[in-house]
């Protein structure tokens, strides 16, 4: 026992000093990497916050405020007020609601339809594919407002294109397709079309590039022909493609504004929710809190349709 006591002694000791020394921390990240991390993922967040996030829930605070945006101490508290004019008095309001629901029901069932028709036959390698991806997606690199403007030239009632090959230019008989609000939203939809259709065309494009060429040839040698295959096969494997798509037009549908603002202020039979908020916002700047209710509609009413497809879509997911 006298013997081993200073081996012990000395083992501990040991220990001691072994278990006093700083521990040694490895990290695949140097401190440059930290901070560039950190940038990366501050500045996206920042600039959500302050152009996404903050403003929203501004709207929804001044929805319940009488201000006429100029000084902070005009403001007035009007709880429920705004919500009570815009759903009860404001004669637009319902007629924009009905247009905002047409709009995204004609993106859905004509434009969307027509954008997948055409990704599917370019899609079949077909001479000048790239000539015709080129001319389809043009309308989507030019803003609304230029939309907007060429198809105020065509559909003009004295000397527009359309009016001209009906060969009703210039005469009584002509069509003032604009003017007229029986017409002018059937015609604002088809501008709104054509824009839409080369947008969800490349997106189904680059879709149908990315499914496995296997599944076609299993489904063909198992006697499918072309639309079987496509319906059964290709479409469902396109899942991620069909939820951008939807949440697309959903958004597009309801946030429409440049196209009737440039034909006629929206006004006339095209009355927009959007471009409510506007009028209201910025030409009548006596009401801020009516227009901020009408923005806070216009969000629910984007949300809702998305947020029921997205669960019905994870639920099945899972």
Request: aromatic fraction near 12%; charge should be positive.
């Amino acid at each position: 026992m006298t013997a081993e006591a200073p081996a012990l002694a000395q083992a501990s000791g040991v220990a001691r000093r072994v278990s006093r020394r700083p521990r040694l921390r490895f990290t695949l990240l140097n401190r440059r990497d930290k901070v560039v991390l950190t940038l990366m993922v501050a500045i996206p967040t920042l600039i959500q916050l302050v152009l996404v996030w903050i403003p929203t829930v501004l709207s929804v605070l001044l929805s319940f405020v009488r201000w006429n945006g100029l000084a902070f101490s005009d403001l007035r508290p009007a709880g429920i007020a705004n919500y009570e004019y815009i759903f009860s008095t404001y004669p637009s309001f319902w007629p924009a609601l009905q247009h905002n629901l047409l709009w995204l029901v004609f993106l859905a069932v004509i434009a969307t339809p027509i954008g997948l028709l055409l990704a599917i036959l370019l899609d079949q390698n077909i001479r000048g594919s790239r000539i015709y991806q080129s001319i389809f997606f043009s309308p989507v690199m030019l803003s609304l407002v230029l939309i907007g403007v060429i198809w105020q030239l065509f559909y003009s009632q004295n000397n527009g294109l359309l009016n001209f090959l009906l060969g009703t230019s210039g005469t009584p008989q002509a069509v003032d397709w604009f003017g007229n609000p029986n017409l002018n939203i059937w015609a604002a939809l088809i501008a709104a079309t054509w824009r839409h259709a080369g947008y969800v065309m490349i997106l189904y494009l680059a879709g149908l590039k990315g499914v496995d060429p296997s599944l076609r040839e299993a489904a063909s040698l198992d006697g499918a022909n072309f639309f079987q295959t496509f319906f059964r096969v290709v479409f469902p494997v396109m899942r991620p493609i069909n939820i951008v798509i939807v949440v697309i037009t959903i958004i597009e549908s309801l946030r429409a504004f440049d196209i009737v603002y440039i034909i006629n202020g929206s006004k006339n039979g095209l009355e927009l929710i959007s471009a409510l908020v506007i009028q209201f916002l910025v030409g009548e700047a006596q009401v801020i809190g009516i227009g901020s209710a009408l923005a806070v509609v216009l969000l629910v009413v984007s949300l809702v349709p998305i947020v029921i497809y997205l669960s019905r879509i994870f639920k099945k997911e899972a």
